[in-house]
């Protein structure tokens, strides 16, 4: 006697009986199933789960180091994944950084390493000034070594608009946009964290780097002409660091969005960086 | 930190920088990892103009502080890339030899004060300025002066309703 005659609710999909479509226990089949309750499957957290997380405001890029990435010497393009086409792109082979495949750092996931030296990306996006539109970033990174005005990201190649930057002592990072402010000691050297920025051109302004919130300080309204990671003149200002996400939103989420990404950034990282 | 170089005027730079790439095989075409979107990456690219999103038009930029002070880095292990027999049948006899010649000169040199021309706000000036095909979208860095001449430049040439939208933001 075949098992699909006795026990038709095996052959079903996980789904329909998760979502009592059919509930084996209520079919008398009791005898026949293990002891305690059905377990429910787990939903695996996926790389671009952020664009779906936050909606109540609008994305600007999502950049996944699992997702879009192109291989030339080093990364020669990162593709955003919000659907705005502002990809990120390096034409000269000793400035591109290195795509670490199953980094450890980031629970397997994949990460892009900038060497400290020349590493950047030229993103195809010229952010708003604060002062009329503020700017939301999220992204999960790690400070490799610290060095004054390095900078993850940047508005600009000469001025620091938009910038989060190493700046004042070891480990410290702060935003920057004319006005480095909100000096925050969050993310350690070698340390894995999620990160958010926020510019708002006004004292709202904060970072917050793990658990470490720092706000009060306005960052200033300048408005950046370019975007640029790891960088802001290809030389001297190179970081050395990991990023294993990017994300810019039309301000800023709400609270359960941001608790939401934050559950994310657990599941998918791993607990180190959700910390 | 040190790095060798090869030192010279930004335009002979500039030119060995040329027989550089052709040696090594630049522009290289990327190729495409993991899931999810990816650039539009053209198949094919003559290497002229902006680099196209995916492609690697050269190995090193040229370091410069001004048109008379110039760095070409070329490591020990790019400087046997270049001498290898399969370099070697890409350049031409003049180009072998003056890129032979280029690579004895090279000085241990620190890069701190140089700036890689390929990120420079005058480097997308100039690319920018050459290139109006790209105004309805570039967000290069550029000084008034350029602006004045690009915003010229386009009425002379009625440019397009995206192009002027666009252009409208800079001023």
């Known amino acids: 006697m075949s098992t699909a005659l006795n026990m038709p609710w095996l052959d079903l999909p996980h789904w329909m009986r998760r979502a009592h479509i059919i509930n084996p226990r209520a079919c008398n089949f009791g005898s026949l199933l293990p002891p305690g309750p059905i377990a429910a499957p787990s939903v695996a957290a996926g790389p671009a789960d952020p664009l779906t997380i936050v909606t109540s405001v609008s994305p600007f890029l999502f950049l996944s180091a699992d997702l879009g990435v192109t291989i030339g010497t080093g990364v020669s393009a990162w593709a955003d994944q919000s659907g705005n086409g502002h990809d990120a792109s390096q034409g000269t082979a000793a400035s591109q950084p290195a795509l670490v495949t199953g980094d450890v750092d980031f629970g397997g996931r994949n990460s892009i390493l900038a060497d400290g030296s020349n590493d950047f990306l030229d993103v195809t996006w010229n952010p708003p000034a604060p002062g009329t539109q503020p700017v939301w970033f999220f992204c999960a990174f790690n400070q490799i070594t610290w060095g004054a005005a390095k900078f993850l990201f940047v508005g600009n190649t000469s001025a620091s608009s938009l910038a989060l930057a190493q700046a004042g002592a070891t480990p410290a990072m702060v935003q920057q946009n004319t006005a480095a402010v909100n000096s925050n000691t969050g993310a350690g050297l070698g340390s894995p964290v999620r990160g958010q920025v926020y510019f708002s051109g006004s004292v709202s302004d904060y970072t917050k780097l793990g658990a470490v919130l720092v706000t009060g300080a306005s960052a200033g309204v300048v408005d950046p002409i370019i975007f640029r990671l790891f960088s802001r003149n290809g030389g001297t200002q190179s970081i050395n660091a990991k990023l294993a996400c990017l994300g810019a939103w039309v301000g800023e989420p709400s609270a359960g969005e941001k608790a939401a990404l934050d559950a994310w950034i657990t599941a998918y990282y791993g607990a180190g960086v959700g910390v | ?171």
């Open chain 2, 1 to 171: 930190m040190l790095t060798k170089c090869v030192p010279g005027t930004e335009a002979a730079n500039d030119a060995l920088n040329v027989s550089v790439n052709k040696g090594l095989g630049f522009p290289q075409r990327g190729t495409h990892v993991g899931d999810g979107v990816h650039v539009d990456m053209p198949q094919v690219w003559d290497g002229t103009g902006r680099t196209p999103p995916g492609w690697t038009s050269s190995a090193v930029d040229n370091w410069t502080t001004s048109t008379l002070d110039s760095q070409l880095p070329i490591s020990d292990e790019m400087a046997n890339k270049l001498q290898s027999p399969e370099a070697l049948l890409r350049l031409s006899i003049d180009e072998r030899t003056a890129l032979q010649a280029a690579l004895l000169t090279r000085i241990d040199v620190d890069l701190s004060s140089y700036t890689p021309k390929s990120s420079s706000a005058a480097a997308e000036e100039v690319a920018t300025v050459a290139n109006f095909a790209d105004l309805g979208t570039t967000t290069a860095p550029l000084s008034t002066t350029a602006k004045v001449t690009i915003g010229a430049g386009i009425l002379a040439v009625a440019a397009g309703a995206a192009e002027l939208a666009h252009l409208a933001g800079w001023f």
